[in-house]
């Protein structure tokens, strides 16, 4: 039988519409990486990195529902669907979610005595219902291969956010509650258009609690290993945030969030490309999916190391825009290879632990860099007691969580070359060297030099990749 390939068509035009919406979402980062410092103290800063630390968890909160949609009907035809049976999981999981906000909201009530903190409590209460309710059928369309709908949402989403940026800032509004109301409205709009590209699903008839509850339970079983590894990925990173939040204040934590959305900025684009992959890679056969694995990994190799050639003139830039934030760019230096390690984890390892169906191989890698993450962060936070070391530890545990996932890949998709794995660590650590250590002219002109001999040592993989690069 012949090999089959990617529908490229379909796979371009999605590609263009995820590009176009992380185009958006750029500028929405830059405005509020960039900009809203400037506007915001450290502390009302602080209090907008904690509001949107907690809603990049709220997609937990659908306990692996939306993962089990994406896992069980990913490849199918939406035509294919019980729109009923889905608009019937989404009603009673809508009513569920808002039973589960409102004792999130007396919780935070209750519990906080910082006004502020109990704001941004009930600020995620809100965003969760909404967020998750609107990414079920979000997650619907990404599962039939219809990504642009989830992409246009996303632009709508982040472009009414941008207009009410430039709104808020022109009228020198310096609170951070009123950009996180504004945030909340921005969603809705999203949520709108969820509604009618899904009304499909939303308006078909009731078919009964207890079919409805089955089904839901079905997609949760399915789901839940996938969220508990999501879970454990994203506390890589967000043990050690929780953990300068407690030992250092809301200051100190704002400073290191700030380092990791710089780093969000190539990350974005990444986790577009892997959400269009999943249901197009899902349509072939497993010889195409090994030899698109290999590609993949190839190309990835040699780009994503460019990134950390640009750490000098990011940081000479941003010293001189937003000098309250020097020591966010010390902590960039050591954090920026996450851009190298977290999305080759996003876009090949993760991508394809789902396509092979092995949310269980997922779960346990990400659990056991977790662990590593927490070991290290609590070694840091409350022995060495510097958040210096916590850095350090999100980075070993990203980094150890990519080296275990394709050590377990190699074993069904060959393709995997050691020595490139080899050259990505040491060329990471000796960025994170030089630019510690050096002054920043000789810190750039290393870290160049250092990239174009990584270039020529991986000179045969590099020529075929430039080969396949022109035969498209």
């Known amino acids: ?30 405005l509020m990486t960039l900009v809203l410092p400037k506007i915001l103290n450290v502390t009302e800063y602080g209090y907008w990195q904690l509001f949107l630390f907690y809603v990049s968890y709220a997609g937990l909160f659908h306990f692996g529902l939306n993962d089990g949609v994406y896992l069980r009907f990913g490849g199918l035809d939406y035509k294919n669907l019980n729109h009923a049976l889905l608009g019937t999981e989404l009603k009673i999981w809508t009513l569920f979610q808002s039973i589960l906000a409102a004792i999130i909201v ?28 609107s990414y079920f059928i979000g997650y619907v369309f990404q599962a039939v291969n219809r990504t642009r709908i989830f992409s246009l949402a996303d632009m709508l989403n982040r472009g009414a956010f941008i207009l009410c940026l430039f709104g808020l800032i022109l009228c020198g509004m310096d609170r951070f509650e009123v950009f996180v109301c504004f945030y909340l409205l921005c969603l809705i709009c999203s949520v709108v258009f969820y509604l009618y590209c899904g009304r499909d699903i939303v308006f078909s008839a009731f078919v009964g609690w207890r079919k409805g509850l089955r089904e839901i339970m079905k997609n949760v079983s399915v789901g839940i290993k996938l969220l508990i590894a999501n879970l454990a990925g994203m506390l890589i990173l967000g043990i050690g ?3 300068i939040d407690y030992l250092w204040g809301i200051e100190s934590f704002g400073k290191v969030s700030f380092s990791l959305t710089l780093t969000n900025f190539f990350l974005v684009f990444i986790a577009q490309v892997s ?24 190309i990835l190799s040699l780009l994503l190391p460019l990134i950390l050639v640009f750490y000098v003139p990011i940081k000479t830039v941003l010293s001189l825009w937003l000098p309250q934030y020097a020591v ?8 920026l290879p996450l851009c190298l390690f977290d999305g080759k984890m ?77 050259t990505e660590l040491t060329f ?42 022109l035969q498209r």
């Open 1 to 30: 039988m012949a090999e089959q390939k990617l529908d490229q068509r379909t796979l371009k035009k999605n590609m263009v519409f995820a590009f176009l919406a992380q185009g958006v979402a750029l500028v929405l980062s830059l």
């Open 106 to 133: 007396l919780i935070g009530i209750f519990s906080l005595e910082d006004v502020n903190r109990i704001f941004v409590f009930v600020a995620f209460a809100v965003f969760m219902v909404f967020y998750n309710s």
């Open 241 to 243: 945030r929780i953990m």
């Open 275 to 298: 959400m269009v992959l999943f249901p197009a890679l899902r349509q072939i056969d497993a010889a195409a999916q090994k030899r698109y694995y290999g590609e993949i990994d190839a």
């Open 328 to 335: 966010s760019l010390d902590y960039l230096a050591v954090l």
């Open 346 to 422: 996003q876009l090949l390892c993760t991508t394809y632990f789902k396509v092979l169906r092995k949310e269980k191989a997922l779960l346990y890698v990400n659990l056991a860099a977790f662990f590593l993450s927490l070991l290290l962060s609590v070694i840091g936070g409350f022995l060495l007691k510097s958040v210096d070391a916590i850095v350090f530890a999100m980075l070993i545990g990203v980094v150890s969580r990519y080296v275990i996932s394709a050590c377990y890949l190699s074993r069904y998709l060959p393709g995997q070359s050691w020595t490139i794995l080899g």
């Open 428 to 469: 990471a650590a000796v960025f994170i060297a030089v630019s510690l250590k050096l002054p920043d002219i000789w810190s750039f002109l290393s870290v160049t030099v250092l990239y174009l001999f990584y270039l020529f040592y991986n000179r045969t993989q590099a020529k075929t990749v430039w080969r396949r690069l």
